[in-house]
């Protein structure tokens, strides 16, 4: 039986009250009434999360927010002295112990958890203390893969994020082209896998097949502004990520391939959009 993950199980039995899903092996996990159809009879397979409640499995078809080993902003519900309790969205709250806590939590704020199965204890527990920045071996990507991220805090190299639920990686200030706010979402573009096995992270593809993007970006600016855009290859990085929310480097492609496609007129210290006549 795979505590904290979503998985296959057969109806071994059912009464009154709900139904004993079975694995291969033959450990059950129980799953109330009000989680199955009328017309679930013994032998279906059915797709359910698997946890722990007052010492014994049960299991439910809602989707929580994060299984064992991801990571999911979560919301207090109770804060005690001994831990916290949060909404990973089922029908049972996620304990955080009190030492799993890098800061007190309070009700009602929100958190970055990291979902884990503590051997010690033999239960699923949610933790806020995690590294950042971790070393890797064997990622599941490639330079350029689309990924979605949850940003988690700002440092002295830029922004620390997760990716896909399950990796912390890094957004290098130099890449931030557009105000970011902790525990928001955002798409990312993995930028490098370092031989140290870090992370780094782009939000913003890179190279000539992704310009389709930037140049929309563009020609949408151009019809808001009257056709006039006071930015040109010679303008700062600063104005262009300001204005734009995007590179130089990204400017200039998009700019070049408008160019080229006759959409607009490049001049010295601004652009301009051309019209049919």
Known sequence: MNIGKTQLLKIAEKNYSGFFLEDENGER?????????????????????????????KATTEK????????????????????????????????IPYKQQKQKIVEGKR????????????????????KRNPTYEDLPFRKGDKVQLILMGEGELGWNVVINQQYIGLVYGSDVYKKLFPLSEEVGYIKAIREDGKIDVSLQPEGYENNDEFQQIILDRLEQNYGLLYLSDKSEPEEIKQE??????????????????????????????????
């Open 29 to 57: 996990a129980f799953l109330p009434k009000i989680f199955a159809t009328e017309s679930a009879e013994i032998g279906d397979e059915m797709e359910v999360f698997v946890y722990q409640d007052d010492d014994r499995l």
């Open 244 to 277: 734009l929310q995007m590179s130089k480097k990204n400017f200039k492609k998009a700019i070049g391939g408008l160019y080229r496609d006759k959409k607009i007129e490049i001049l010295d210290d601004k652009i301009r959009l051309i019209t049919e006549d």
């Open 111 to 130: 958190y970055l958890v990291h979902v884990y199965f503590d051997e010690s204890v033999g239960l699923i527990t949610g933790t806020t203390r995690f």
């Open 64 to 95: 929580p927010n994060a299984e064992v080993g991801q990571f999911a902003v979560m919301s207090c519900v109770q804060s005690l002295p001994s831990g916290a309790f949060m909404d990973w969205g089922i029908i049972k709250d996620l304990f």
